[in-house]
């Protein structure tokens, strides 16, 4: 089957731990997109990449880092330096065909104590 | 700064009834629009988008208006079910540079009352 995955559903760390996200997709899209989502709000864009070994600053990305190395990996690091880490994190992917459509997937939830 | 907003953060409607979800952009140049639906602890699904160059579009049990005019978004959803009830976010391509970054508002809880 064609789609997104995280990994995994639930992750717990300790406080000034790095900890990496996992995104894979297998729809053949260019384009992914890492979200940080907080109780009762909307999404806001961490960092997004459009294609392989580039990729840009979203609204908040202090305190994280992302790499692509290959088309269906974008993998998510939170750093010690995130200040607030525990949150809800969605990774989406799209085609860069101009239908804008984003494919979610079903989300990791951090939390750091 | 320019954004997406939702009029009400919460709505009630009897199953069966009609509902509708307002949205307000503020960025005349967007030519996209598009709402998700989220059900809680997933990710958000693609229910229906609609480009500038149109007032109404149509999918199963939902239609999506836009009013260029007043700059208003909305989403209807036709004969509610239990499963209807969600988080709905609209969301607009505000750079309309093509980079496929879209902007999202804050969401509306939709609850179907048995």
């Known amino acids: 089957d064609g789609g997104i995955t995280q990994s995994p559903k639930y992750l717990f760390r300790k406080e000034g731990q790095n900890v990496t996200l996992s995104c894979e997709q297998n729809?053949?899209?260019?384009?992914m997109y890492w979200y940080r989502q907080d109780p009762g709000q909307g999404l806001r864009l961490i960092y997004y990449s459009q294609i392989v070994n580039d990729f840009q600053k979203g609204d908040i990305a202090e305190g994280y880092s992302v790499s692509r190395e290959k088309k269906e990996s974008f993998p998510l690091t939170v750093t010690s330096a995130q200040k607030n880490p525990t949150a809800f994190y969605l990774c989406?992917?799209?085609?860069?065909?101009?239908?804008?459509?984003?494919?979610f997937g079903p989300g990791t939830r951090l939390t750091v104590t | 700064g320019e954004s997406v907003g939702l009029h009400l953060p919460t709505l009630s409607v009897q199953e069966g009834d009609n509902s509708i979800i307002n949205c307000a952009y503020s960025?005349?140049?967007?030519?996209?629009f598009i709402w998700y639906k989220q059900e809680s602890g997933k990710g958000p699904q693609f229910i229906i988008d609609?480009?500038?160059?149109?007032d109404k579009r149509q999918g199963q049990r939902v239609t999506v208006l836009l009013n260029k005019t007043v700059k208003h978004l909305s989403l209807q959803i036709a004969a509610t079910q239990p499963g209807d009830s969600a988080v709905y976010f609209c969301a607009e391509d505000p750079s309309n540079f093509g980079n496929e970054k879209l902007t999202f508002g804050t969401g509306t809880r939709l609850t179907i009352i048995p």
């Open positions: 989406a992917s799209s085609f860069r065909d101009g239908s804008y459509e984003q494919y």
């Open positions: 729809l053949n899209h260019d384009a």
């Open positions: 960025n005349s140049a967007s030519d996209y």
């Open positions: 609609i480009r500038s160059n149109m």
